[in-house]
Every structure is written in structure tokens, then in C-alpha cells.
């Protein structure tokens, strides 16, 4: 339990009026109301927020299961040894500054983070360009919406997001690319649900490889063949010039480069972009006619597009397709690049990309110029420096020699996770600032920073449609954690570097980048928020999309026709297609597609605390389709081994026929800390698109063999263990009560039961059921009446038995006769319901439990809301709870 902040921020007593904030996790930027309910943290949709409008999903309503201190990151270590805060900065200033006179500038690098506040961003980036003298400061956005970014500039002049969420409800075609939204934007999903019940009329077309849980809302789901977006949209371009379906008036007036782009598509035809599309011509054909009929069009674009060595011409040819028929800067009318993090934005309008400044200005000598003047910065970078890629590179062959990273997971996240480990393992000065105490990422550091988490600190975000709202503080700090701004600005203050660096709070940092954002700018760059000065409305900023001139705020960009390029006009660009850097061949024939869960957010730091969230998908998991788990040689529910030249991951095989024959998918989220094998980085070709520098992460080659276990087993505990050298695969997950392990091996010891038993190390006494041998052993170990621990192992996995019912036995003060048999039994007893794999997390309704109501006359969605309140509180399982109504 946390204690929580009263309103006016004294610590201590619990307050009634809840603190207004905003999600952290993804870019819809939802408003939230934090309170206090009895023992509990409790965090609903801000009925008051524009993004929401009192909405949440699955993971901002687990928010407050997330806030306790276990496993947080306290106080500031060296060498993994606590220290005080003066020796750690003077540590960190003085090494990084030996470095920079050693070495030069160039040999020290920052790598932050879209999860970073705008404030903590704003005075990294100004440390690093403004005073290092060097452009090596770049981001994880740059795995994200750096494709989205350069596309932007090539096409507007600016990075500018011409739409707002609102748009997506005024379409009356919704295009949906690369995006699995149900997932990932659940609220932005929800309102287009809420649009389409009430106008059924119109279009939602979804464009991905595989079968989602966003398709469910698809008039027409074209499952395209990985990589081959380009085609689909140079086809469309020429299909509108065909029909005449092009705005010629408003090219004339405000786009340049038509003629030229135009001729690159001109004689693709319907069959040859169904070829290289692989889907039917009738497909191809229904959509562009969708989009020929419909003015009011809203194409949304995510990592399907981005993540890709053709990233940024792949934005482009959907920017064409826009701009050709006038579709931009109207209601209902956009290309919509929807972002991931929190804060993406904040961090382009800060210049967190190594090749941008802040306030979204660039590398030309007059922009270098302008912010160094406005900074006084003594010496101001004069180029990019390196993108994320190539800046680990420079890690693991020397030329960087002090790292320090703030809010990012690198050794999970970063394409071929296993160099990026060596390269940390080999720098000589890692220091990372972070809100848990071990991630796969600091293991490596030298020197950790304690940072203040959400709900422990004050600042702003931007989400996708350019709307800066507040994070609010809730709680008092726990330990000596500190803000991201405060730690950079006291190692900037001891390199000597005091007269930049000397805010007293984001409020000042803020009221900065607001004015840097309106100086000498006069309407020549897009992002000016200088409206919002004087800083007195710090405290109360209401959620507004920027620019915020003096004229207020800005829904919708461009309606004018005006752009940012130098002539105003807006540019359509030639794309020609390109397919995946690496192609599949005999000894990796799977194209492997990686992306997220509903339910975890990236590298589970903070939703894998939530034993809510983890009750959905509890494991690694590789989906594939059953024609090539044949091939493979593996089967549903098995364990399977993903491999090619670069590393290797173990997941279980679900099949599955939404995924297309060839590719198989997998999420990112699992790592060291919570599986044996199971980074999909570790499989991922380190290849990068050319201007963006964008990875690939949706299309690796792999090849997929079974992991043939000899043993299988669970156990579970009231506290973690380290399962490493028990067991070949292993994962750690939270349950309610207990920790919950799902262990296999190749090769079982003579004495595994024993083995186990030792690892678990508790005192107390074992109840079990054997086989002679090693076949079966069910053990329970019990102390004063008090379950400890569970011990379960068998030959074959299906043998096992269901464990949610065995996780609530941990509740219990004394266990029972009847539970104790019924344990060893693997059965429920009487009383004792199993109620199956969690569907809907929010009110914890098991799959068992919803079967059971179906056959009992519950045959729709709605039925099953009022008998069970599944799905009546954020919607995210409504897509599965229709698939379990749709199963024979
Ligand atoms: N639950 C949850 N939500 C999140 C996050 C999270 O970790 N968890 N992270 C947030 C972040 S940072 C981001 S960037 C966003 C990402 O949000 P999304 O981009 O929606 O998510 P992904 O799952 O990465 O990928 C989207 C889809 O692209 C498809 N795809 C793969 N290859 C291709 C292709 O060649 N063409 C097309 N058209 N599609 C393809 C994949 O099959 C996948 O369904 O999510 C944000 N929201
Ligand atoms: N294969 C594959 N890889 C991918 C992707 C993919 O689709 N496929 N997607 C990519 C994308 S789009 C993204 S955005 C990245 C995300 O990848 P990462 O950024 O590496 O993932 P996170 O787990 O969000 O890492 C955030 C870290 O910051 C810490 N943290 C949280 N709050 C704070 C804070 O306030 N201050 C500080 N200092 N630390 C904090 C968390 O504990 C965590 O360790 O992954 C990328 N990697
Ligand atoms: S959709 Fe969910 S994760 Fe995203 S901001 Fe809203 S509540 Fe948070
Ligand atoms: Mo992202």
C-alpha cells in the first residue's frame, strides 16, 4: 500500500477529490482520475478529457495494481552498491566529462525515451546539443515514428500531424495500416466502435498481414503479403487518376511533384497490385473503389508501415494518396499516423531525435544559430549525430565510451538484442536512469538513477492528435527517487554547465520550450505553442492541441493548404516499392512479424506487476498457422524454438489460420526478467531504413523447430525464484497471490523432484503424490496450515493440471483436508471453481466462466456484459468474447 498525496501535495492523509492526470502507457494520452477507494489506488477515464471523454482500456484501469514499491529502483547505486546522490552525480559528471576531453564530444552519447515528460526531454536534449557540443542524443522513438517523422518532413516541410482523433469519427472511410488498434490504441478503437454502431454506414477497411482483434471491426480485412504496402497505395494513386477521382484544383494550388509521382504509378493495374499484394483482384478492387467514392477519408498508419527498411516511402505513398484528392485538413479527411508512447510527440517537439533540434527545427546554420543564441549554449552541435542503430554500433566498436540512458529497455527493444547486450557489457561507463531496479538493460550499468515514477511527479505529455496535457503527482516520492529533469540538470550543473541548467521545477522548464517554440518563428515553423505563456497556468494546463498561438488552440492542421516546405506547398513524392532487406530461403522460410499484446506494455517493467494483466497471455508465444506448425514439426500448446544466424527465442506454438501461410508472429514484450528465452530481439536483423533509420521489426527471417521437452511442470511460490539453472524454459509471472512458474527441460535429472525443492529452498512440510521415477511428481509445501508452494511435473504437458483455481488456494490462512486432496488431485473440489484463462481482465472473467454462461443461453456479447460484466468496462476482450460466441 502507497500512501497518496493529499490534493494540495502534502503527504500523508488520503484526499477525496481525485487528482486529475494522464495515462502513461500509449499515445491516445487518456486523461485519468486518480482516488482512493478504501486500501486501493483507483484510476478511471477523465469524463473531462478530449482524448477519452472518460474512457480507458485494460491497462490504465490496472494502473493502480502497478505502484508498489517491490521491485522499484530506490536509491542511486554504483557498481551495484547503494550510494548517496552527490557521489553518483559527481560520478556520472565526472566520468562523462573525462571522456569529452579525452575523446571529444562525439564520445559520449544520451539514449532517452518516448516515456520521458516533455520537461525531462527538453533539458537532455539541450545538455546534449546545447552544451556537450554533440548530436548524440537520439531516442526509442526512433524504433517507432521516425519513419512517420521524415515522411511528414518530406511531404509538409514540417512533422506535423494534420488530424485529431475526432476526424477518425467524422470519416465515413476509416483505412486502417499497419495498425492493430483494438490492441494498441484501445480508446481510439473504442470510439470508432462507438461510430460505427451508430453509423453502420461506414467503412472501416483494415490492411495487415494477419487476422487481429482490430479486424473484427473491418468491413473488408485485406491480409496483404508482408511489406508490400507501397504497391497497394501507388495502385490506389493511379486507380483515382484512372477514375478521375483526383483533385487536380488542389494540386494546382498546393501540392508540388504530382506530374512525376503521378507517372511512376501510371499503368499499374488492379491484377499486378493484387499480385505483389497477394490478395484477390476483387479485394484490391472493393477498396479502391471505397476510397474513390469516399471524400471523407481517414487513412491511420502504425508500425505495419513504419517498422520497415521502406519505412518512410511507405508513409509517403499513403501521403500521395491524400494529398492527390485534397483529403488533408479536413473534418474527417487525413493521414493519420497514430503514435505509440506517451510522450512520442513531446519528443519531437523537443528535438529528442539525433538529427533534429528542439522545437522542431533542424540542422541548418540558421536554425543552429537560433536555438544557440536562445540557449547562450557555449557549443552548440553542428550536425545529427548518430540514430539509434548505428549509435549502439558505435557503442560495441569503441567509438562511444560513456552511455547513459533514461527510460528505455535497449537490451530488450533494440534489434539484435545480443550485440546491443555486448556493446553495453563492453562501454566502458553505462549509466541508466530508471524506475525498476533490474531490467535486462541495467545489469550492464554502472552507475543507476533512481527516477520518480508516474504518479511521483509533475510534468507534460503530447499525445498522437498534439494535445499537451499534465501528469499530476499523487503520491510522495518513495526513497530518493528523483525526476528525470532534476538528474540531468545536476550532472549538467557539475560539468560546469550551472547557467543553463538552473530550473527550479518543470513549470520553468516548460514556460522555456514554450518560448522557444515562438522565438523568431512568426508562422515559419509549425510547432509554436508560445500561446501558453505567461507559465502562471502551469498547474491548471488544460489538455490543448498545439500550435497555441495567440489565437488558441489548433484541431487541424493545414486546412489553409498552406505547408512548411519553402514554397507552401505540400509534396507528393515518387515511391518505388521495395521488399524486405532480408528475404526468406531454405534455412529460415518463416517470416517473422513481432508486435504487442493487449495487455503488456513493451517491456513489462510496470504492466507485469499487475497480476490482472498477465491473467490474458501469460507466456512467450509464437502464433503460427497450422500448415507450417506442420512443416515445423510442432503442434498447439507445444513449445517451439525460433532461430536464425543472429540469436534464438523459445515460445509455445499457438495456431492459429489468422496468421498467412509463411509468417508467424511474436510479441516483444518478454525478456530476462520474466522467461529464460524469450527476447525476440535477440532474433532481429540490425537493418535500418536509409533516411530514418528506422528498424525492421515486422519482417525477420527465422526458422521454427520443436523444442522437444522431455519434462514439463509449474510451481508456484509467494515469492519469485530464479528458475535459470532448473530448467531449459522457464517463465515468472504474478499471480493475485503467488508467483506462478511454467518450467520445461530437454533432459530431466534423476532427482528433478528433489532438484525443485532445493531451489525453492523453504522449510516446512511437503505433502506430495509419485510415481516411481521421475513421470509424475504433485507436491504442495506447507507450513502451520499455510500453503508455501506448489510443485507440479510430468512427461507431457497436457497432463497438467489448470492452475487458476490452485493460485486462489494461496489466499487461504490454513488449507483445508478437502483442499489438501484436492490439490494433489489437480482437481477443484467442491466450491472450488476453475474458472479458465482470463478473457476479460477487468472483472477477471475466465474463459471456463464464459463458456459455461454461453451454454446456458448467453449468445451475444451483451448477454454476456449483464451476466458476467465481461466486457463492460473497457471493451478491449469484446473482439475475443465474440470469437468464443463464434466457436462451434
Ligand atoms: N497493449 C499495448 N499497446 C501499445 C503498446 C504496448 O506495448 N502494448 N505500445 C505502444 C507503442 S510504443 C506503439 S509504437 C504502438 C504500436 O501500435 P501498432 O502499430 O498498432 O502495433 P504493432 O503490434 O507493433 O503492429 C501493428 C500491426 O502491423 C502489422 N504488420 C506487420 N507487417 C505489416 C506489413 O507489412 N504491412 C501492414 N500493413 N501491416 C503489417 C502487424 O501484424 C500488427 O498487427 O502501440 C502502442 N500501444
Ligand atoms: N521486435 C520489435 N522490437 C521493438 C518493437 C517492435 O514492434 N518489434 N517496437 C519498438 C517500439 S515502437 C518501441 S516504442 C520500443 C519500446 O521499448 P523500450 O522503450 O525499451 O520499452 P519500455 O519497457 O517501455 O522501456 C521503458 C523503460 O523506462 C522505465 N521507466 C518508466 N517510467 C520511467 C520514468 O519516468 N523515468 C525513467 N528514467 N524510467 C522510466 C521502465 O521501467 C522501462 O525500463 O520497442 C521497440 N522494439
Ligand atoms: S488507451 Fe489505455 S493505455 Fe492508452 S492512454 Fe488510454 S488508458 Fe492508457
Ligand atoms: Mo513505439
Redesign the pocket.
Known sequence: MRTIATANGAHGAPYSAPIRTTCPY??VGCGVLVSREGDAITVRGDPEHPANLGRICS?GAALGETLSLDDRLLYPEINGERTDWNTALDTVAHRFAQVIAEHGPDAVAFYVSGQLLTEDYYVANKLMKGYIGSGNIDTNSRL?MSSAVAGHKRAFGSDTVPGCYEDLELADLVVL?????A???PVVFQRLVAEKKARPEMQVVL????G?ATADLADLHLG?K??A?AWLFNGLLNHLKREDAIDWTYLEAHVEGFGPTLQTVSGLSIPTVATQCGLAETDVATFYRLFTQTTKTVTVF????NQSSSGVDKVNSVINVHLATGRIGKPGAAPFSIT??PNAMGGREVGGLANQLAAHMDFTSADIDRVGRFWHAPNMAQQPGLKAVDLFEAVHDGRIKALWIMATNPAVSLPDSNRVAAALHTCPFVVVSDVVSRTDTSVYADVKLPAAAWGEKEGTVTNSERRISRQRSFMPAPGEVRPDWWIVNEVAKRMGFGEGFGHVGPAQIFSEHAALSGFENAGTRDFDISGLLPPASYDSLQPLQWPLTSQGETPRMFADGHFFTPSGKARMLPITPRAPMHATDQATPLLL?T????????TMTRTGKAAKLLAHIDQPFIEMHPHDARQAGVEDGALARLSNANGDMLARVVESREQQIGSV?APIHWNDQFTGRGRVGALIHAVTDPISGQPEF?QTPVTVAAYAASWHGFVMTREALDCTAAAGYWTRVRAKTCWRHEIAGLEIAADAQLQMRDLIGLAGDWIEMKDAGVTRYRGALIQNGRLLAVYFLEREADRLPPRHWLESLFDRETLSDVERRALLLGRPGPGMADNGRIICACFGVGEKSLTKAMAEGATSVEALGIQLKAGTNCGSCIPELKHLLQRP
Open positions: 500509449c499515445g491497462k517507432c495500416v499497419g495498425s492493430n488498434m490492441w494498441t490504441h490492411i495487415d498481414p494477419r487481429t496483404i508482408p511489406g504496402d502504425s508500425q505495419g508501415i505509440g508512447q512479424n508486435g504487442r499484446i493487449r495487455d503488456q506494455w513493451h508472429f515486422k
